[in-house]
C-alpha cells in the first residue's frame, strides 16, 4: 500500500515509523537486560576513575577557609605586597578560623607548600585574637615579619585556586618557585621520572620477553595435534589456576640468594658460595617474575590468531620456492600481527601498572610507579599525588590503546 | 605430445606410511609423462593427497624413490623442488593484493621488478582477471579466488603443477566452468599437471590418463575412455560409471569368452578379462547403455527376461530399473529416440545385450 510514495504498514502508520518504533522496542530490552552490568561498572569503575581525576586536582582548603583573603589576592598582580584590604580580610578570617578551630588543618596545607608557614599561622592566630581594631597590616608585621615578606603571599595566592596543577608537577619532579615558574624539585626529592622511566622500561622489557617466549610456544600449540597441544595449553594456564601470591612466593624461593637455584649452582661448581647471583628484591627479580605472571596473556591471542591460520599457507609459499624462513617472515608472521598486537598491548598495559609482584620481589630498585601510588595512599595520605600518577598511567594506557588502534585497528585485535 | 613423450614424474616402488603400522601407500609404481595431464582418482582416504604431498616434498616417502625429470628428488626440500601447487583452499595470502601473490614467486626468485609485472599481466590476462591486481583474496569471488591460486601457481613456468581437489568448494555450474578452463590452459601451455579429485565426471573430461588409487594401490591407470569402457578390474568398473554387477562361476572357457553360471541360475556369456580357472568365482560387470529392451531375435547371445520396477524420465534417456536375473537393481538406460519402445511397470519384457560389453571381472565384492 502506498500513500503519496509512502508505504504504510498494514495497520495504516507509515512503514518507516512503524520500522523505528519495533527497533526502539528492541532497543529498549536490550538495555533493561545490561542494566545491572551498567551500574556495577559505573559504581565500581567509572565513579571511582572519575574521583582519582578529580583528586588530582583538587585543592580546597585555603579557598574554602580563607574565602575573603583568596578573593581578595586574585587582583593582586604578585608584585611588591598585597593591598590592605587583602591584610584586613586574612586577619578576621584567621581570626574566625581559630575561633572553628580549623586553623590547625589550614596550617598544615600551607606548610605543606613552604616550610615555616605552620608556625607563622598558628602564631599570627593566636596573637590576632588580642587585637579587635585596624588596619591590620602593620599589625600583621609586628607579629611577624614574614608577613612583610612577598613569597608568603605567593604562596597563599597559590593556594587560594581551588583546582591546582601541582601534583601533576610532582609527579614528573617539578614544582612552581616563587615566581610562579616550573622548575625541578631539588634533587634528592627527585624520584618520579626515574620511576616512569624504570616503569616504561621494564614493562616493555617483559612485553618483549613474553613475546619472545610465548611466540614458539604459540606456534606449538596451534599446530601440534589436538590432543597433545590440549595438555600443553592446560601447562599454559595451570598458573591462572595458582594464587598469584602462591607464585610469586614461589619465585622467592626459587630465586633468593640462599634459593634453590642458587644453591643448585654451587653444588655443581658452577659458581662460588662467594659469588651467588642477586636475582631477587631488584630489578631481575621484577623482571623473570613479572614475565612468567603476563604469559599467558600473550600466548592466548596469539594462539587463538595462529589457530585460524592453515598450515597450507606455508606450504603454498615454499611450494613457490621461498625458504622455510623467507615463508615465515613474509607469509606467516604479517598474518599474526594482530595477536602480537594485541598480546603485546595486554601485557603491556597490565605490566605498566603492576603493583603486587614488584611490591614482593622488587626490593629497592625494581618498585614501579603503581608501588608509589599505593604508598601515597596508605602511607603518605597525599591523595592527590596518588591521583595525578594514577591519570597520568590512565592517559597513558589510552594514548596506547589510540596508536594500536592507529596501526593495526582495534577491530582486528583477537584476545582468545 | 604423442611424440615428444617421455617421464617427468617417476614413482619407484613408494610406500608411505604415517604411523608405522599401515601402508598408507603400498609399493606405488607410477610415470607421468611430460606434457600430460594426469588425474589420481579414488575414493576418500585412498591415498591420493598422500602422494600428492610427497611429490611436492611436504611429506617424506617412508620407502622408494621418487624422481622429477630424471634426478631423485627425496632429499630436495620443497622450496628447490619448482613445483607449482594449487591447493584445495586456495591458500592464497591474505595479506598480499592478488598481485602481490602472483609476484611472490616471482620475486623469491630475484626477478627484476619490470620482468615481474609483466609477467603478473600477462598470467592476469591468462585467467581474465585483468584489473583484479590491485584486490585481496577477499575480495573475490570463489571462483575468482580459484583462479588466482592456478595463476599463482603456473606464473613462475613451473615444469609441473599439482592440484589438490581445486574445485572442491565450488558450485556445479562454475565447476564445469573451471573445468574447462583449466583444461586450456594446461593445452595452451604444455605444462604437465597431476590433479587429484574424487569426482568421476571432471576426472574423465579433463585428462589424458587417469589413475584410479584404492586402498594405497593404483586399480588401473588408462585414458578416460579405456578406463570406463575397459576396465581392468570390479573395483574401478564400480567406481567410475554406472553398472550393473552379477556374480556366478566360471563354467566354460573358450578363447576371449567365457560362461558363467549365475549364483541364481541362468547361464551368461562374458568377455574373459579377469578371471581364473573354470569353477571360480567371478563379478562381471554390464553398463546400463549397452542393454537393449526387446531386442530383435538372434541378435545377442544374452537374453533374460525381468519384470520393470520402476521408470525415471530424465529427457534424453529413460532410466529404467528392472529386476533382472535375481538383481532387483538391474539398470537399464533407454534412450529418448523416436519409436523407442515405451514400457509399464510391472510389465515383463525382454534385456539383452552383447558378449563383449559384459565383461567378466574378480570376484572381489
Ligand atoms: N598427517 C597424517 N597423519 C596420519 N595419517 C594420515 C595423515 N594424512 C593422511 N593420513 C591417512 O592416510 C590415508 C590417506 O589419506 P589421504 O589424505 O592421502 O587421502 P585422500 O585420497 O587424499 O582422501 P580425500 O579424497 O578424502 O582427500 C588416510 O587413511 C588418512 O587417514
Ligand atoms: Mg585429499
Redesign the pocket.
Known sequence: MTLKGQILAADGTPLKVKLAQTNRRRRLRAIWLVTPLLLFVGITFLIPIADMLFRSIDDPVVNRLLPETSKQLESWDGRGLPPELAFDSLASELRARRADQSIGKLASRLNFEKSGMRSLITKSGRKLKKIKEGPFKEKLIKIDKKWKDRDTWVVIKRLSSPYTGVHYLAAIDRKLDSEGDIVFQPEHRQIYVLLWVRTLWISVAVTVFCLLLGYPVSYLLATLPLRISNLLLILVLLPFWTSLLVRTTSWIVLLQSHGVINDLMVVLGIIGEEQRIRMIYNQTGTLIAMTQILLPFMILPLYSVMKTIPPSYMRAAQSLGASPAWSFFKVYLPQTIPGIGAGSLLVFILAIGYYITPALVGGQDGQLISNFIAHHMKFSLNWGLAGALGSILLASVLLLYWVYNKIVGIENMKLG | MADTVDTLVKFSKVQKS??GETL?IKNLDLDVMRGEFLTML??????????LMMLAGFEPATHGEIYLDGKPINDVPPHKRGIGMVFQNYALFPHMTVAENLSFPLQVRNLDSGEVADRVKKVLGMVQLEGFGGRRPNQLSGGQQQRVAVARALVFDPLLVLM??PLGALDRQLREQMQYEIKHIHENLGVTVVY?T?DQGEALTMSNRIAV?NE?VVQQLASPDDLYERPDNSFVAQFVGENNRFSGKVTGLNGNSCTVELDVGGEVHALKVNVGEVGEKTQMSLRPERVEVNPPHGKYQNVFEGVVKELIYLGDHIRTRASVCGQDDFVVKVPNSSGHVHLKEGEIVKFGWKMEDCRALDAKK
Open positions: 604415517y604411523d598408507v579414488g575414493p576418500s582416504g585412498s591415498g591420493k593427497t598422500t602422494c589438490d581437489e587429484v574424487h588409487f594405497g
